[in-house]
């Protein structure tokens, strides 16, 4: 049923790439498929799926960040890390073990005047170890960086963490140090193996 309203969306606007959010969401007046497509491995997934490109500014934020990460994770752990394949269930890979997805947010203004930043991740089960969200301010610079284990919001598929004032979600500001915890695991596992 996804394959067949997606490519109704692009054969109705003649299309030569994936539709965005946008794009879908006025097509059909409503968010239905584009929540589907987002709980379901994500636009990325569908589009590689299908055979479809991206429209270049969605698939270079995205790239963008993921690559903005390996440097980052480096730069504060000495962990390398290298990028997954378009449809990997995770996007980054660290230290051949740390399986790490990575979400970035502009600011979002409510109709009350509240601004945050509003993550999906996508499943209620994750498959990744580690979530890094990166919160840009209005000017699209990372003004807060947070580390999150997946296993803190397992059940989840939404975390929204306000733009400007305190959030529960500040505890994770800059905690590399769970890169190091999850590392020691994997290297402990890894000797003790049959």
């Known amino acids: 049923m996804v394959v067949s309203e997606i490519d109704r969306v692009v054969q109705s606007l003649e299309l ?21 497509i987002s709980k379901s491995g994500g636009t990325k997934y569908w589009a ?39 449809g990997y269930p995770y996007d980054i890979t ?26 999906n991740l996508e499943k209620k089960e994750p498959t990744c170890d580690i979530y890094i969200l ?3 301010n209005d000017n699209d610079e990372i003004h807060k960086t947070m580390i999150i284990p997946s296993c803190h919001v397992y059940g989840q598929t939404q975390i929204g963490i306000s733009a400007y004032g305190n959030s529960k979600w ?3 500001r800059d ?6 915890k999850y ?12």
């Open 183 to 194: 590392n020691d695991f994997y290297i402990k596992l890894e000797k003790n193996s049959i």
């Open 16 to 36: 030569d790439r994936f539709p965005t959010h946008s794009e879908i969401e006025q097509f059909y007046g409503n968010k239905s498929l584009t929540n589907k």
């Open 134 to 136: 990166y919160c840009l």
């Open 48 to 86: 590689s799926r299908l055979g479809y490109g991206v429209k270049d500014c969605e698939s270079e934020f995205g790239d963008y960040f993921e690559r903005y990460a390996i440097d980052d994770i480096y730069q504060h752990t000495g962990l390398s890390s290298y990028k997954n394949k378009v």
């Open 94 to 119: 660290t230290n051949r073990h740390i399986k790490v997805d990575i979400k970035s947010s502009t600011i979002i203004e409510n109709n009350y005047g509240y601004k945050f930043h509003s993550f």
């Open 175 to 180: 905690q590399w140090k769970w890169f190091e």
């Open 170 to 172: 500040d505890k994770y």
